[in-house]
């Protein structure tokens, strides 16, 4: 089946699965799944959230003019509303540093900062221009951005260094410094023309230019940090900070006055922490108990505490009439209607406090997976992983695998070795006797037909799961008496097409006839070696080596290749492939890019069967998990500052982004002779382009291998602004094998090239 082209209002769920797979909870009535709206891209790549909606990175700051506004939080997140907030539309933002700021000076042009970054769009965010600030990976981050028109602006970083650019950001101009005070930094900036200008510090200071950031002269000194700041009229100015501290002026900053703030029934004044005001008299504050904000609707004067939700906030934004939008922590959007008196919709966390167990699997029925989990839990979607839900199995015992034979038809397994059946998607079940091991691998081959493999041996069923028979004799193989089935260590089960293909510490063995006849496959590594299967078909398999090596068949094992292009970014983890030319391969902790990784673990994505591979950003999730089918891909993982909440994933076009990106390498000499390479100080110069080069700080990332070594750590190397780069390989001696891998901004894709081969000879 030819994937799904990437637009999400094409994907068809199961009419059928939609009714029947349902919230549970005991004997309750159960509710079918809503249409949700489109799912939110990841920013950088071609995947999407599908839970937490609309998305789960943390969200540090948000703007609005009317009911459009943008979002930006973690990991280059940067999100657009045309709705006030009712749904979000995830932008390729071109970094993976954490944004803290964001001004909207139009619906469609908006100035975002954070880390060592600063980006500016004027179409919407469909492209954004990064400000050419010079900053080296480890700079004083960006304190604070803006912006008086869509060319004239200021940036000020954490030491209280100002840029200053009058040209969109084409160029910058260092301006006068800010003084933080004595152990402070900068926190704040704000100007109310393109001369007038306020800066806070963690110091108490405010600091005021009136020459366009040339001069500043000290106005104000407070005991308390100041850490937010808004320009409510030109010459009506409020700055908050810890300790309940809220000051005012009315004369465009000469002059400040101390407002009390009375909140009633407060005993300690609340640390605060950024201000947003529709007017002089109404604004909302937000807390350092971040899911409370403070909201004064006479100016200060006095303040009433609001609890929004469970989820800590760290910006609001007043959009049109009198409506709000809060973001925060693990991507939370809260809407209030009333001008900040109530937050009665709130996004959905989807299933962020789920914790997975087991394997994630692709359903046989077009656009389902599931993800088993603890507690008799599991994860299930049905519309090519737009939305997910979770389903309640009757036992307080962790889920070890599942499998589905139909939308409907599926079948658990749990740690006491309990087997279950539904009938209806997930809404009730029933439960077998005898109990198994629960240390193998479970697969649902037909209506009724189900497989219980491992740890020892295969066991299969032709009556829906109520008795099972060991499958017995021996594995057929080309030469030999092969082992008894019984005697088989598995711990792996996938279907290929029409076949099975299973795998263990015996090895690998596939069934053309729903299992009860095995055949061996001869591998090109040690059974003990091996990390992962996966296959498309009786013939066609690949077979990842715990060496990080990728290996391919097309003829059921007599003859492998090696797929040796996709480099060593990362430490491969497993490979799923979905058809002959279209396979991921997982990564553990990656190492592409300036300061030099994907902020957690990534993908690798072909499209030609293996001689070329894609990095991907999956939303910088650790400890990454993915199932490949033909109408969809699926991940699952763990992101969030703490690393512990979950995140759902899934792609119809393989991870790509809508554009491209190019990228090729040479050499001078694709054989050379040790006598020339002695000459040459036993180096090899690799020169290559990209194309397009997104940013100022573009990297490529060049693995090698020489001889029966292994692969060499990453080169990471910056692209000149024609996109040329060029390598010095050293200590090279023998035959070296060469590939360079580019990540991409989300707009364009990355890219990887083929394998480029030097020979060494006498």
Not at 175 to 190: F, I, K, M, W, Y
Not at 286 to 296: A, E, G, I, P, Y
Not at 616 to 641: C, E, K, M, N, R
Request: with cysteine; charged share 15%.
């Amino acid at each position: 089946m030819d994937r799904i082209p990437h637009t999400i209002q094409r994907l068809l769920p199961l009419a059928a699965a939609s009714a029947a797979l349902m919230f549970c909870s005991g004997a309750s009535a159960q509710t079918p799944i809503a249409a949700g709206p489109p799912p939110v891209s990841v920013g950088h790549s071609g995947w999407y959230w599908g839970s937490p909606t609309p998305q789960g990175q943390n969200l540090a700051a948000v703007a609005f003019q009317g009911t459009t506004g943008y979002a930006v939080g973690a990991l280059g997140t940067v999100l657009r509303s045309e709705d006030g907030g009712q749904t979000w539309t995830g932008l390729a933002s071109g970094t993976l540093d954490d944004l803290d700021h964001v001004q909207e000076l139009s619906p469609t042009t908006l100035v975002a900062g954070g880390g060592c970054t600063v980006l500016e769009s004027t179409d919407s965010g469909a492209q954004f221009t990064s400000l050419p600030l010079g900053l080296p990976a480890n700079c004083e981050q960006v304190a604070g951005v803006s912006f008086s028109t869509p060319t004239q602006g200021y940036v000020e970083l954490q030491d209280g260094t100002l840029f200053y650019t009058d040209d969109g950001g084409e160029t910058v101009q260092a301006r006068s410094p800010v003084p933080v005070g004595s152990g402070g930094v900068a926190t704040g900036l704000a100007f109310s023309s393109p001369t007038t200008g306020l800066a806070i510090s963690s110091r108490g200071l405010i600091e005021l230019t009136t020459d366009g950031g040339n001069s500043w002269n000290q106005v104000l000194q407070l005991d308390q940090p100041l850490y937010g700041i808004t320009i409510v009229a030109p010459d009506d100015i409020v700055a908050v900070g810890d300790g309940g501290e809220l000051v005012r002026s009315t004369d465009g900053g000469q002059t400040w006055t101390t407002l009390p703030l009375t909140t009633a029934g407060a005993g300690v004044r609340p640390d605060l922490r950024s201000i947003t005001c529709s007017d002089a008299e109404n604004c909302l504050i937000t807390t350092n108990d971040s899911n409370q904000l403070v909201r004064t609707t006479d100016g200060g004067a006095t303040g009433t505490i609001v609890s929004v939700s469970a989820s800590a906030l760290s910006s609001v934004a007043f959009t049109s009439g009198s409506g709000v939008v809060g973001v925060g922590e693990d991507g939370a959007t809260v809407l209030s209607s009333d001008g900040g008196q109530t937050f009665p919709s709130v996004s959905s966390p989807g299933l962020s406090q789920f914790t997975a167990t087991g394997a994630l699997v692709a359903g046989r029925a077009a656009g389902t997976a599931y993800q088993p989990g603890v507690t008799g839990t599991v994860a299930a979607t049905t519309d090519s992983g737009a939305q997910w839900t979770q389903l309640r199995v009757p036992t307080s015992k962790d889920i070890v695998a599942v499998t589905f034979a139909s939308a409907l038809t599926g079948y658990t397994l749990d740690r006491s070795g309990t087997l279950r059946r539904t009938k209806d998607g997930g809404t009730s079940w029933s439960s077998f006797a005898p109990t198994y091991s629960p240390h193998g691998a479970l697969l649902a081959t037909g209506p009724r037909s189900v497989l219980l493999i491992g740890p020892r041996g295969v066991r299969r069923s032709t009556d829906s799961g109520q008795s099972f028979q060991p499958v017995g004799g021996r594995v057929r193989q080309r030469h030999g008496r092969g082992p008894r089935v019984a005697s088989l260590r598995l711990d792996a089960a996938r279907p290929a097409g029409s076949a099975i293909v299973s795998s263990g510490a015996s090895g690998v063995f596939v069934s053309t006839d729903g299992g009860r006849v095995w055949h061996a496959v001869h591998i090109p590594v040690a059974a003990a070696k091996l990390r992962a299967v996966s296959a498309t078909s009786a013939s066609r398999m690949w077979v990842l080596s715990d060496s990080g090596r990728l290996y391919a068949t097309g003829d059921a094992g007599r003859r492998w290749r090696v797929d040796d292009a996709i480099g060593t970014i990362g430490q491969p983890v497993s490979v799923s492939f979905a058809s002959r030319e279209d396979g991921l391969v997982e990564l553990g902790p990656t190492r592409l890019g300036d300061p030099g990784d994907f902020g957690g673990a990534g993908v690798l994505s072909t499209r030609d069967g293996g001689r070329t591979w894609e990095p991907q950003v999956v939303a910088g999730a650790s400890g990454l998990t993915i199932a490949t089918s033909p109408g969809a891909d699926y991940a699952t993982g763990y992101f969030g500052a703490g690393g512990n909440t979950i995140g759902f994933f899934a792609t119809t076009d393989g991870g790509a982004s809508p554009l491209h990106s190019r990228l090729r390498i040479s050499t001078t000499h694709r054989v050379v002779t040790r006598a020339a390479l002695s000459r040459a100080g036993h180096a090899l110069v690799v020169r290559g382009h990209l194309s397009p080069v997104l940013s100022a700080n573009e990297v490529v990332a060049v693995s090698y291998r020489s001889g029966s070594g292994g692969w060499s750590h990453p080169l990471n190397v910056r692209v000149a602004t024609d996109g040329s780069f060029v390598v010095h390989l050293r200590k090279i001696d023998a035959t070296t094998e060469i590939v360079a891998q580019a990540l991409g901004d989300g707009r364009y894709g990355g890219a990887g090239t083929p394998v480029l081969r030097v020979t060494v000879r006498r």
